[in-house]
């Protein structure tokens, strides 16, 4: 990588003044991650924040408390970062002082966050007595569910290679007893949905998302066939057709897209593409690759625009995973080239394509690379804000309040 | 922050009074919007509901929060005025203030009533803005050279 000298929060706050300091902090505090003082953990293990006893996240350490969840910072941005012990190697640090949560870095205080409070739903049983904790999480105006938890690209080890989900099953079976398997039952969730639904405000958006199962006749038709089912189930607690809801699933056939629309009340479908670059694609995504390459999965994408319409359809990258070695970008020109070279043919095509920040997580092929410097996060989501507000598009299914993973839609608040 | 005078505690509380809520377009221009929900409920502070991610009130507001500007408040009820001068300070979109603040929308306009945030304004300046104030204020500092001369004239 070319930078010469990495520039701190601060010093980007003066550089890009267009740009919020609260926005730049977000990228950075995924970045480069967080830790919690004994105070916050000991404050957000109370019964107002204590967040649910198992996720869907791998987790060996057993000793961590429950996660209460995203970051709130003042500005309302969500910012999905968990303070996993031994991870990172110079994190900010969040604070409790008087009654309210503070970030630090090194010493110095930045601001003042907070989070979202301990969903109803926590704590509660579904009547077939499986711990509605165990089918949802909380974020603070999403409600996360994990209908599979098996990711099959891991069974021939062509799992993408910064990814950490679903790496302790066994863990999570132990966690929740016998009642809990890798396939949710569908009731569970109706269940599930219809008790998070009873807590007035708190939720305005359903994301559900998977391991990757391309069993069946037709590939992924068994994957396509749970999801129409499990989205059934929750459709069944509104009265409306549709309803806010987003799946992030593998890229399926124009049939099965219009399944998944015509069959459900799902409103967005994105299928990821994690990498632009054709060669990086192949390395850093050999599940994807093989079925059935990045072209397919591009196809899928502008395809679905027809059935789900423009603006609908998101496909996220990993940012930052294009520099990994051996064969990744050098320079950040050449990232940022590629990056709104895929931004500018999505939006073209009515797709949103939309940035996340790469941790390379202890465990995952790619632990231990480095991570490009903050400025290369400030100028990315810049760039693809005004790409997309060309083409008249915005990220609101998965804006500052719903996902916390994205600078760029954050950014999007002013359009 | 310091607590809000009691006169003006009480004017944010009454649900009759009028409550205007003025921010700056990005080109400079002042957008003014009326909020009936506005209030105060920890007396320090004001806060008010936002319907709607992107009006043009509300993309104000995130300019001012982001960029730090200030925005003003104006409360009325009769004779009685308040103008209040202070900078976002927070937008909650979940928590026991949001939760607080759904369960009075719905309460004064049914059950599918909806809001998007919570604003949380901090106050810098507040100014009593009444008219029998400004005018006495105005005749300490200016003198009468300005009233008609009509309403000098002796009570009939």
Known sequence: MSATQELGLQALVEKYPDVPM?????????????????????????????????????????????FPGPLLLR????????????????????????????????????????????PEFYGKLTSRGVPMESIAWSRPQRLDIYPYRYCHYWDTRDQCKFCAFFTDL????QLAGDSYAKVVHPEDIYETVREALREPGRFSQ?????????????PFEKEVERYIEVLQAIGRNFRTRRFPSQLIAPAYTKQQVKRLYDET??????????????????????????????????????????????????????????????????????????????????????????????????????????????????????????????????????????????GDSDLERLN | MSKLPEELIELLKDPATSKIVGTIDEDGTPHLVAKGSLTTLDEESIVFAEGFEGTQSNRNLVRSIWFDRRVSVNITRGLTSYQVKG??????????????????????????????????????????????????????????????????????
């Open chain 1, 206 to 218: 359903i994301n559900l998302t998977a391991g990757t199962d391309y069993s069946g006749d037709v």
């Open chain 1, 170 to 173: 066994k863990k999570q079976k």
């Open chain 1, 22 to 66: 609260s926005i730049i902090l977000k990228l950075d505090l995924q970045r480069r991650g967080i830790s919690f003082t004994d105070a916050t953990a000991d404050a957000t293990n109370e019964p107002y924040y204590r967040g649910p006893e198992q996720t869907a996240f791998s987790s060996k350490d057993t000793t961590q408390r429950p």
């Open chain 2, 87 to 156: 900078r976002p300070y927070k937008y909650l979109i979940t928590g026991s203030t949001f939760r607080q603040m759904i369960n009075r929308a719905r309460e004064r306009r049914g059950q599918e009533a909806d809001i998007a945030g919570v604003w949380v304004i901090v106050p810098e300046e507040i100014r009593n803005e009444s008219p029998a104030l400004r005018a006495r204020e105005v005749a300490e500092k200016r003198g009468g050279f300005h009233n008609h001369l009509d309403v000098l004239r002796p009570k009939e």
């Open chain 1, 265 to 406: 009340g799902l409103s967005s479908y994105c299928p990821d593409i994690e990498v632009w670059d054709k060669e990086l694609f192949k390395r850093i995504c050999p599940g994807k690759e093989k079925w059935f390459g990045r072209d397919y999965w591009i196809k899928s994408a502008v395809d679905a625009v027809e059935i789900f319409g423009k603006g609908n359809v998101y496909t996220n990258f990993v940012a930052g995973v294009e520099f990994s070695q051996p064969d990744g970008f050098t320079s950040i020109e050449q990232a940022l080239d590629s990056n709104f070279e895929a931004c500018e043919y999505f939006a073209k095509n009515g797709v949103i394509y939309l940035s996340l920040v790469w941790t390379p997580w202890k465990g995952t092929g790619l632990a231990g690379q480095k991570q490009p410097p903050l400025e290369y996060y400030v100028r990315l989501i810049r760039g693809l804000v005004e790409i997309r507000r060309h083409y008249g598009l915005a990220s609101d299914n998965d804006d500052f309040k719903h996902c916390g993973n994205h």
């Open chain 1, 75 to 118: 500005d309302g941005t969500s910012v999905l970062a968990s303070p996993v012990k031994g991870q990172f190697s110079d994190p900010y640090s969040v604070d409790y002082v008087d009654g309210k949560f503070f970030v630090f870095d090194k010493g110095e205080r930045i601001d003042e966050v907070d989070f979202s409070p301990r």
